[in-house]
């Protein structure tokens, strides 16, 4: 009797100053999660096939582990990873290999190169950053509000005309 765990699949994404890991796992109840500033290691049973996953991924740098927080959810398991004070530049792969993974992604929609940084209030306020990634802190009253925007009219904002016959 062989019994194979599989990875799960990780997609990620940076800023100069975290890593922004989603393990995409549905109803994952109880993981085990261990977090060190060398590498993080997942362990749980969930998917629509409870099947158990586990992965160790060892860091490119070190990382800040008191300070990185997760947050598991019903459909994926997020994971803000502080980089080190002294680190703020961008890796150049996730894992310490520079090796191709088939459950490694890249996550293009949180991900912003190391050139556009400039107007993401240069790796300020780690909790302003964590609220504006869809409201990772947990408290629901840090939604936007979008009722006191000022729409400003487009020129392509006007009526259309009626067609000929």
């Not at 990875?7 to 100053?17: D, E």
């Not at 947050?71 to 703020?88: A, P, Q, S």
């Amino acid at each position: 009797f062989y019994f194979r765990v599989t990875p799960p699949s990780v997609a990620w994404a940076q800023r100069n100053h975290c890593i922004f890991l989603t393990i995409c796992l549905e109803d994952c109840k109880n993981p085990t999660i261990n977090l060190d500033k060398n590498q993080l290691y997942f362990d749980g049973i969930g998917g629509t096939e409870k099947k158990h996953h586990q992965v160790t991924i060892p860091f490119y740098k070190e990382i800040n582990a008191e300070k990185s927080q997760t947050f598991v959810r019903e459909r994926n398991i997020e994971i803000l990873i502080k980089k080190t004070d002294d680190d703020k530049t961008y890796w150049p792969h996730l894992t310490k290999e520079k090796n191709k993974y088939h459950w490694l992604k890249v996550d293009f929609n949180k991900w912003k190169d190391e050139d556009d940084s400039d107007d993401e209030n240069n790796g300020g306020n780690f909790e302003d950053l964590m609220r504006s990634m869809g409201g990772l802190m947990g408290d629901s009253s840090e939604k936007p509000n979008f009722d006191d925007l000022d729409p400003q009219p487009d020129s392509d904002d006007e009526d259309i005309p009626e067609l000929e016959e």
